[in-house]
């Protein structure tokens, strides 16, 4: 896979604040990758330096392997769907979906063709003539994918396009928008904050914190394999366990605890006696158990929280830590979820994943 | 609380002070309007008669008519130059942050504030020091200072509501500045523009004091109606009078329609 898009060693700053340090990312061609992270992450600032609406500091951005360095935004081919959308509301939808075309000079007969082509795509070639202000949320948004899919770039940078959607309609653009992507083979940069979109649109995500790449991988590694325990908990995980590696009576690895011992997964044996790590458990491995489990925990049941197709549910151990473990409906059916009950959960070493005890990111969260 | 809902006396109270209020704003403007269709010299009632004589007499008076011109090509130019100024200080404030920014706006919507009085004689010591004063282009200077506020409030406001990343959009679709500012910035101004045509045309229109001190001997429509003033006191005044407002609330009118036409555009579209 050829890179479309290389971002090398790129540095911005505003004033005193960095707001992306040294960062580089290869993006291929043909590939949707998706930039997550929380507000002022850097997310946002390193998409408008690849459209050119901000400078790098240092470092250089190139596009087909040709450097940016010095390059006006109208001067490059990086359209960007807006968190706003930005359309012209004193245009029409098809004076909006020609502007591009009109600025790089087509003649009109031709970009009128050519933006009806567009239309017609995204389904809304009825609407031509009609006011940006007489449509709703999600033709806009189709509008917006129009205008900037028409001169047909190699690279589409979208900014949070789907925020101001509701839930349904969120859906339905999604499979708009992966369906785009794989039909044109044209590169999608997605920024945005949601889990949902970003796992399940694109091939690769880049978990963004504090100007930096924290990891980048595709969904399933980050979920099962994230590096650090800022990534894990920004992925929503909960069940981190920090302590030592010791041995325990039958000579096995554990992480010794202040609930007791935990069996280490049969990757982590290589970890060295003494050493502290963490181990992540997605709660989605935990089950319900009423003795026999190679790693146990009990704990008194202090809350839950409806998902639809399960129960989240929360305890407390006897130290104190919190767990949180999803039970699928049809087994909540003989459990009586008085609070303060007693519950034991329990799980596999090997579904236990080792991360890094690494104070560097613990601030960020 | 609605007007209906209070009782009916203090109802009919307040509607009896607003009758009142507008009364004594309107109340000079309509009797001079009256007695200029009045056949009778003096201002009497009951009234003598209806009668065209007086427009008639101002509008055979070769001095009142080009007054009439020159105020209108002062106007005109004024309008122009204004709006253009004001444009560039509103667009200026919308899309920069810079060091001094408020003293900035402050200077910028400073002239109306400064008594004409005071403006007219600066402006008369100014341009005869570096002899641009006593032609009608002398007015057309000192207007602009005192309309180009008005006209950049009205713009200033219009870009206060556009969307931040509109004029980013179009540079992102390969639009130059330059390109942006034709085909996006001006076309989104349009409605605030116009209007800021028409009303400082009706401040240049009306203005008095500046026009009397900078025009030398080319009189515009207020200073000449002085002049006339100033040598006998006869209707002929109700009817230039009557003339003169009735352009200059014209022009408001205009210029308060074409924006509030576009105002409710606007909530239509929020409410979508």
């Known amino acids: 896979m050829s890179s479309v898009l290389q971002i090398k060693n790129v540095t911005k700053r505003f004033g005193a604040a960095t707001a992306v340090d040294s960062l580089s990312l290869d993006v291929g061609a043909g590939e949707f990758l998706a930039i997550m992270g929380s507000s002022g992450s850097g997310k946002s600032t390193l998409l408008r330096m690849i459209a050119g609406l901000e400078q790098p500091s240092e470092g250089d951005i190139l596009l087909n392997d040709v450097s940016t360095r010095g390059l006006a935004a109208h001067e490059r081919d990086t359209p960007m769907v807006w968190q706003s959308l930005a359309l012209f509301p004193f245009l029409n939808v098809l004076e909006n979906v020609e502007f591009g075309l009109k600025m790089r000079g087509v003649a009109p007969a031709e970009r009128r063709k050519r933006a009806m082509t567009w239309l017609e795509r995204l389904e809304i070639e009825r609407f031509a003539k009609r006011a940006i202000t007489e449509l709703s949320g999600g033709q806009r948004q189709r509008v917006a994918l129009a205008r900037s899919l028409v001169t047909e770039p190699p690279v589409l940078l979208l900014d949070e396009p789907l925020s101001a959607l509701d839930a349904h309609l969120t859906m339905r653009m999604q499979s708009v928008l992966s369906g785009l992507q794989r039909e044109l083979g044209i590169t999608f940069v997605y920024v945005t904050h949601s889990h949902s979109e970003a796992f399940s649109m694109s091939d690769r995500v880049v978990i963004m914190s504090e100007g930096r790449i924290q990891q980048i991988g595709t969904p399933r590694d980050l979920y099962l394999r994230p590096v650090s325990r800022f990534v894990a908990e920004f992925l929503g995980a909960n069940n981190i366990f920090s302590g030592e590696v010791r041995e325990d009576h039958q000579g096995e690895k554990v992480l010794t605890t202040e609930d007791g011992p935990i069996r280490l997964p049969e990757r982590a044996y290589s970890r060295a006696l003494g050493e502290r790590i963490e181990l992540v458990v997605s709660s989605d491995r935990l089950v319900l158990t009423d003795g026999e489990a190679p790693n146990r925990l009990s704990g008194r049941l202090i809350g839950e929280e409806f998902i639809g197709a399960g129960v989240n549910l929360f305890l407390e151990t006897g130290s104190g830590r919190e767990i949180i473990i999803q039970v699928p409906q049809r087994e909540l059916n003989d459990l009586s979820l008085t609070p303060g009950r007693s519950l034991t959960v329990g799980w596999l070493p090997d579904d236990g994943h080792v991360i890094e005890s690494d104070d560097r990111f613990r601030h960020v969260s | ?272």
């Open chain 2, 1 to 272: 609380m609605s007007l209906a809902s209070r009782g009916k006396w203090p109802r009919l109270a307040l509607m009896l002070y607003a009758i009142l209020a507008y009364g004594f704003l309107f109340a000079p403007i309509a009797a001079s309007f009256v007695f200029s269709l009045n056949a009778d010299r003096f201002p009497t009632l009951p009234l003598s008669g209806f009668s065209f004589a007086w427009y008639e007499a101002i509008l055979s008076d070769r001095a009142v008519w080009d007054a009439l011109l020159n105020s209108l090509r002062v106007a005109f130019l004024t309008a122009i130059l204004s709006t253009t100024f004001g444009f560039g200080a509103a667009y200026t404030d919308y899309r920069y942050n810079f060091f001094g920014k408020g003293a900035y706006l402050a200077l910028a919507l400073l002239p109306p504030t400064v008594p004409v009085l005071v403006l007219g004689l600066a402006m008369l010591a100014f341009l005869s020091r570096i002899s641009l004063s006593g032609e009608l282009y002398s007015v057309v200077i000192a207007h602009s200072v005192l309309a180009t506020p008005f006209a950049m409030a009205i713009i200033r406001l219009r870009l206060s509501q556009i969307d931040p990343a509109i004029e980013g959009a179009a540079w992102n679709l390969g639009a130059s500045p330059w390109r942006a500012m034709r085909y996006v910035i001006l076309p989104f101004a349009r409605p605030a523009i116009i209007s800021a045509l028409f009303l400082t045309m009706a401040v240049s229109f009306d203005e008095y004091a500046m026009a009397w001190f900078v025009s030398g001997l080319n009189e515009t429509v207020p200073v000449r109606v002085l002049s006339i003033l100033q040598g006998s006191v006869s209707p002929e005044i109700n009817a230039i009078g009557s003339i003169v407002f009735t352009i200059s609330i014209a022009l408001v009118v205009l210029a308060q329609v074409i924006y509030t036409r576009n105002q409710n555009s606007q909530n239509r579209r929020m409410s979508h």
